[in-house]
């Protein structure tokens, strides 16, 4: 039984009791409490607001049906209670029944904190949120399909990709335009909050405010610039609604860490199509709400120290699942990735990777070097992209990423994959980011098939159209090719792209010595290292985002993608190959060089940091040094892998007796002591 129930006949609120304040605001002049009502079990929530003034009102007030107690009077000041005619003295009342915890929850008072969510945070902490803990939008989409409230509908542009309909808010009487608060909301469903748009929906967000302004104009003659219109966040439900107030009435949720004004949200995303991905976006949370409890888990308000992440454990508990995952992505070192290539999955994300780094300056190089390398999850799961649909890949990725990792790095990396994917099927946002991975997976498979075209020729087939798509990326030279029809720069940039792709045919020395069948190559390998310095890096709090390639959160991935680019030089050298230590870092250093010295001066050193981090070791490099253990770890899981494979028993030993006192953090040391006794268990069962 419901209290709304032959709702037209109600006088009173006879049967409802008082059994909880939950909120009381002496700013907005409202209280919240949690009621009984006869005849159910479930309880209701009562919104309560006193109402602005009216004219009539006050000249109710001020009559004989008014009565009056003095309370002090000094002078020509005097003060006292009023106690009208309730004809003159509404209350207005919301009213939900039967309601949920969470409607209670989401009225009760209680301590209030500041969140700066960043898009990491967002990604790994409010995303999952949303998806879990959302009210039902049913009522939502009721009244967007006109079977409820239609009759309050005062606008509506019906286009369901650009269009609203708008009404007035509950909290609005439209007594007075003083207090005008009129919602829109928009027909196209799946955008959650402010962190969904980007440049696709500007025309939606043009409607919502030209159309809607005008309506508001021609509805109640209120002009544009006595209008103040904003989107909340974090909203009260998670699909897209514009607020329209007067500007002198002062609204609940107005104040700065709640609302932001609609043009300056247009304004943002003009300059930059991804801004609200990537932004920080400041809102509070009280205690008693799950979104804080999210945070509250998270260690978001644990005292900030800079932490020595080389003692650090990545995963709490077993790490047993993540080396599972290891495992899984190890597949993409050997997989096709398609049906008339050679390369594999991993050595095409390596090898996108790397060109990521060569972009412009002003794009955000290190997002699409996340981007290529997550790629490589098109391969993870019973079939490939080749033989799947995108959904249901998305759905098989999703599942075996959370069940194999840490929250926060699972959310992350299937947030990089979906983007992954709505780039590969042309859905994208109007970002410079979007245009140039779409450009970028479109120049892989032109080298895909020109280095299939040209497999066993001595005459290789022409490169025009790499160049003309090198071109669109705005590589090295691509300028001047597009302008004077001068290929010389460009093409040096080519060389160099040919050259590292040696990497991708190029074996890896141990295993080609230990008669491993298919063994991994040198771009493999990397690739492999590259996903564990994209799940577990470290981010120290003094550096800022936007230096360069340094402070981010793939920092170890950049320094694995780029460890062992002179081997296409100098090959894969091995403590075997009787080449001194010191001899191999000159060689090293002197390949590395060479391979870079055609390059514009921010992609060299771009490259070449990286590399002399790894070379260099340096104390308090925790990047660096971390990088150094997902090599050797890397190695050894492949080792195992092949021992797996192969059926010939431990024939590898060297390698784990070669690391067995090789890592230095504590996170990797974990992983070779899980390792080490799966492959015990595993040898002593045969």
Known sequence: MSFHDNCSEKKSLSGVKLKKILLESADTKMAVIEAEVEGSSDPAVIVLNKLPFTEKELNGMLSDSTAIQNEMQNDIYGQYWLKPDPEDNPVKANIIHPATQKHIEKYTRSPIHLIHETEHLYLSVTLPFIEQEQFSLDWVYNILDHKKEAERII????????????????KWTGAQIEDLYVLAIVHRKGIKSLRDLNSSHLPLLY??????????????????????????????YYHLHVHFTALEYQAPGINCEKSHLLSDVISNIEKNGSYYQTTVLSFCVNEKSKLYKAYLDNGYFQKKEEKNFVEEEFESGSCDKVLEFFEMIGKAKHEPSGEQWETTYGESAWRMAILSLCLPQTVNRLRLMKLSLVSSFSGLGASNDENTEWQ??????KQILESHLPARVAGELFS???EHVNIRRGRLNGSTEHTMYRELLELEEVLLRWEEEGKGRKDLPGTEAILSRMVKLQFPGALRYAYHKD???????????????ELQRLKRTGWVKCQVRDPETVAGHMFRMGIMGLMFSHSPQNLKSNQGLLGSNAEAANICICHDMAECIIGDITPHCKVSVEDKAEREMKAFKELTMHLPEHIGLDLFIPFTRYENQEEGDMNAIITKDYDKFDMILQAFEYEKKEKRGPFLQQFFDSTMTAFKSKAVKKWQKSLLETRTNYFSKE
């Open 416 to 418: 990089l994959f979906t």
């Open 207 to 236: 409607n919502l405010r030209d159309q809607g302004l005008a309506a508001i104009q021609d509805k109640y003659g209120l002009a544009s610039d006595k209008i103040r219109c904003y989107i909340h966040y974090q909203p009260s």
């Open 487 to 501: 290929n010389s720069e460009l093409s040096k940039f080519l060389e160099f792209v040919l050259k590292i792709s």
């Open 155 to 170: 606008y509506e542009n019906p286009d369901p990709n650009h269009g609203f309909l708008m009404a007035p808010d509950f």
């Open 392 to 397: 249901s890949k998305c759905i098989e990725v």
